[in-house]
């Protein structure tokens, strides 16, 4: 079993910046594709960034692509999500997830393990 417990969300003006962080204890984390995902109130969970267990593969979503950054630390069992040029659509809680392989997916159902989440507010 893999806990993860994510921060850094928090309220934010447009066009500011948010680092979340994912820290994970317990399991094979590094062995594990990482991924973050947010939802919306009254939608549906909305895939954000994956990136690989050696953190050299990278995918984004289109809405975020150019201004978000995913990374991991392997070593501290750490990952991030660098938000720049956050726009008021960006307002969501973030989840980070871990999927028991090596290959990343878009879909939620695909992850295996789940933090609790932390709040995005971006103001117009």
């Known amino acids: 079993q893999v806990q993860l417990v994510e921060s850094g969300g928090g309220l934010v003006q447009a066009g500011g910046s948010l680092r979340l962080s994912c820290v994970a204890s317990?399991?094979?984390?590094?062995?594990?594709?990482m991924g973050w995902f947010r939802q919306a109130p009254g939608k549906e969970r909305e895939f954000v960034a994956h990136?690989?267990?050696?953190?050299?593969?990278?995918v984004y979503a289109d809405s975020v692509k150019g201004r978000f950054t995913i990374s991991r630390d392997n070593a501290k069992r750490t990952g991030h999500l660098q938000m720049d040029s956050l726009k008021p659509e960006d307002t969501a809680v973030y989840y980070c997830?871990?999927?028991?392989?090596?290959?990343?997916?878009?879909?939620?159902?695909?992850?295996?393990?789940w933090g609790r989440g932390t709040q995005v507010t971006v103001s117009s």
């Open positions: 997830a871990a999927r028991r392989s090596y290959s990343g997916s878009y879909d939620y159902k695909d992850y295996d393990f």
């Open positions: 317990g399991g094979a984390y590094v062995s594990y594709t």
């Open positions: 990136i690989s267990w050696s953190g050299a593969g990278t």
